[in-house]
């Protein structure tokens, strides 16, 4: 096992949505080991194949019990309302107070390719919204109300920007 790179905000595979997982095999569980040794090292609560530059379908991720790998998500349903303090690997050194849905449904599937049936709130269904925004190409930045935006803006002008050689995407972004 080995831990790989986290990419960062700008990066044009953070923007864009996976594709689903069509054989859950050994490469797929070595990719889940080192996902999840990721996670740790980071240290981090939930890690989406993306952010190590795989276009596939699955996310890692703790709650604090251990770690869980969950292939092809689906949001089955989500209610309620919930306010907390939600930062990313891909943004490091940020964190945002963002309102989502507190309750959520979500239905993948496990590394035996046993079907996963999760209906969680609060921390585990922040996570899960999270890492599901991930593969489908949608950063935390996204999700920040204006105000949060402007203030998104001008920290990561200042930070991201001048570490990233080419920040094409990030740019788009921002601007947009
Ligand atoms: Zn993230």
Redesign the pocket.
Known sequence: MSTLPIRVFGDPVLATPTRPVTEIDGRLANLVDSMIETMYDAPGV?L?AN?VGINRRLFVYDKGEGPLVVINPVLVESTGTWVFEEG????PGHSWEIERPNQVHVRGLDLEGHELDLQVDEFEGRILQ??LD?LDGI??VERLDDEQRREAKRMLRQGVLRQRPDPDGLRQLLDE
């Open positions: 939930g989406a952010q990313c690997l891909s943004i999270h890492e991930h950063l935390l």
